[in-house]
């Protein structure tokens, strides 16, 4: 790759002319080497380097993973050089520049992906997903696709999201519906004989949530439950309810209600059918999510709003994320609450220096602290207390199941839809739910 990025530059195909080589592995048969006349140096001789030769930018074209990939940025970012390009491989031998991505500085991979176990739960199935055009639901349906699935029904609310999902999917049935609409959720449900279900649709946003309490649970509580009780009356093999980790000892009204669903489908009578909750934390770039919101106020000359100097998340990339999802469901047997390893939490202060770097306006862009919002934690978690099991694969566990008289939680349910105090009847079936008004 070196090789043709250097005669790339020489053909003047790209806006860069290399003057030096780093060896970032510390080869010693390489040091002092040449490649087409430019002299290959060693990675410690780095700053004394780009102060001879006046070096300004840097373009990286070994594969690093993540961490690697971020401590060379750091090195880079300490020697002066704020402008790196990092090679993009299309197909055989077309090589481009492109940006390097806060996206790249993140991504976690996996290790233990098992693409086999996910095409033999998927390939041949009919699925139906809910909330198909949101960030986590279409993304699924597009792995869906890839793992051959013989029928896709992808349901959403929203007409422009529908649109979106169903422009990249042929012969997928759309469904323009809401889950808290159970006559025509039947409907669907009897048309389209589904073998599995992946209910992702929820209402997500905390401070929206926090403004709209009743809307939040309807939507994400009794939408959950139609969506669990259909199943089991079409006796859907395997039902999957995404979940998340302000489920965990929630602070706020979009928390309490994801707990609830968890609650529902680890505790109902699922007869025939296999339910199966998946936790997991942020993924990168979804809808409404820090990065884009980050990079939209990078580019209109900042401020980047921040809510507090300590405030952390764990984040992963949403087709991991969705894979993992997919390979819980896979191995489950049902009444499972799977928790996916995030890795180590990120500061989203940090986060939002790395991406101002990033795009090389240390100097003109403000980092500004605003205070956290109504219902918001400090730090996130993924498990209510330390009983866990591992599964075969290290980047999934299953936590201990909270057992809850059916009977007692559909009625907590119901007198939870009709309340007017909606908070206090989350605390009712969720005793570890304590608001954060975070209004001091």
Do not use: W
Request: charged share 30%; glycine share 6%.
């Amino acid at each position: 790759k070196t090789n043709t990025i250097i005669q790339s530059a020489r053909k003047e195909e790209i806006d860069y002319y290399p003057v030096a080589i780093i060896d970032t592995e510390e080869n010693e048969t390489m040091r002092d080497a040449y490649i087409h006349n430019v002299k290959v140096f060693d990675i410690r001789s780095l700053d004394t380097v780009v102060k001879q030769k006046n070096i300004t930018a840097a373009i990286i074209v070994d594969k690093l993973l993540p961490h690697e990939l971020k401590k060379l940025v750091d090195q880079l970012n300490e020697v002066g050089i704020l402008e790196i390009k990092r090679v993009k491989i299309l197909g055989s031998d077309h090589e481009k520049l492109e940006d390097l991505s806060i996206e790249d500085l993140l991504a976690r991979h996996p290790k233990d992906l098992d693409l086999p176990l996910i095409e033999t739960f998927i390939k041949d199935k009919s699925v139906l997903i809910t909330g198909a055009g949101g960030s986590i639901g279409s993304e699924i349906a597009r792995q869906c696709r890839r793992f051959g699935a013989s029928s896709l029904t992808l349901i959403d609310n929203s007409e422009y999201n529908l649109y979106q999902i169903g422009e990249q999917i042929d012969n997928a049935e759309l469904k323009l519906i809401s889950v808290t609409d159970k006559n025509r959720l039947e409907a669907i449900f009897k048309e389209a004989k589904p073998q599995i279900v992946i209910h992702a649709a929820a209402y997500k946003h905390v401070p929206i949530c926090e403004t709209n309490q009743e809307m939040a649970v309807f939507n994400n509580v009794l939408g959950t439950k139609n969506v669990i009780d259909l199943s089991i009356e079409n006796e859907v093999k395997k039902v999957v309810v995404v979940s998340t980790d302000k489920a965990v000892r929630p602070t706020n009204v979009m928390g309490a209600t994801k707990r609830v669903t968890e609650l529902y489908a680890n505790n109902v009578d699922a007869q025939k059918t296999e339910i199966v909750s998946v936790r997991f934390g942020n993924v990168l770039g979804s809808s409404g999510s820090v990065i884009p919101k980050f990079k939209q106020q990078i580019e209109e000359g900042g401020p980047v709003t921040v809510t507090h100097p300590d405030i952390t998340r764990y984040f992963m990339l949403i087709p991991e994320a969705c894979q993992l999802v997919l390979q819980a469901a896979a191995i489950a047997k049902g009444g499972e609450l799977f928790i996916l390893d995030m890795g180590e939490p990120i500061k989203i202060v940090d986060l939002a220096k790395q991406m101002v770097r990033l795009y090389g306006k240390e100097d003109e862009i403000e980092i500004t602290f605003t205070g956290l919002r109504p219902g918001e934690k400090l730090y996130e978690e993924l498990l209510l207390d330390d009983s866990e099991q591992e599964t075969k694969y290290s980047s999934i566990f299953i936590a201990q199941p909270t057992l809850y008289d059916i009977d007692q939680l559909n009625a907590d349910i119901y007198a939870l839809i009709d309340s007017s105090d909606k908070r206090a009847h989350l605390k009712k079936i969720v005793p570890e739910f304590k608001y954060m008004g975070n209004d001091g």
